[in-house]
């Protein structure tokens, strides 16, 4: 069974940073054909972040590009985003993501989830 905790999110002004992270069961990670970063605001629709496949090519929704960066880590069993320049249409539950149904990218479905950590943008 996966088992994916996500942590570090939190409250920061806009132009802030927050790096999330995602804990992963045993093997999950070295494993995982592609991981990804979802996100969720109220009333809005689960929407693709960030995903990483296993030979680290890595994909993004154009609003985050440049500002976000996702990474992984097979050592620590973690995968990573890193979000810079944050602004307050960021403010979302994110969500990480594995188990890729089909292509990798944004617009992938994916089998199993984290139960997500807020992130809190403020202007």
């Known amino acids: 069974q996966v088992l994916l905790v996500e942590s570090g999110g939190g409250s920061v002004q806009a132009g802030g940073s927050l790096r999330l992270s995602c804990a992963a069961s045993?093997?999950?990670?070295?494993?995982?054909?592609?991981m990804g970063w979802f996100r969720q605001a109220p009333g809005g629709e689960r929407e693709g972040v960030a995903t990483?496949?296993?030979?680290?090519?890595?994909s993004y929704i154009d609003s985050v590009k440049g500002r976000f960066g996702i990474s992984k880590d097979n050592v620590k069993n973690s995968l990573y985003l890193h979000m810079d320049s944050l602004k307050p249409e960021d403010t979302a539950m994110y969500y990480c993501?594995?188990?890729?149904?089909?292509?990798?990218?944004?617009?992938?479905?994916?089998?199993?989830w984290g139960q997500g950590t807020q992130v809190t943008v403020s202007s």
């Open positions: 993501a594995d188990g890729v149904v089909g292509s990798c990218g944004t617009g992938g479905a994916f089998a199993h």
């Open positions: 045993a093997y999950t990670v070295s494993k995982s054909l592609c």
């Open positions: 990483i496949r296993s030979d680290d090519v890595t």
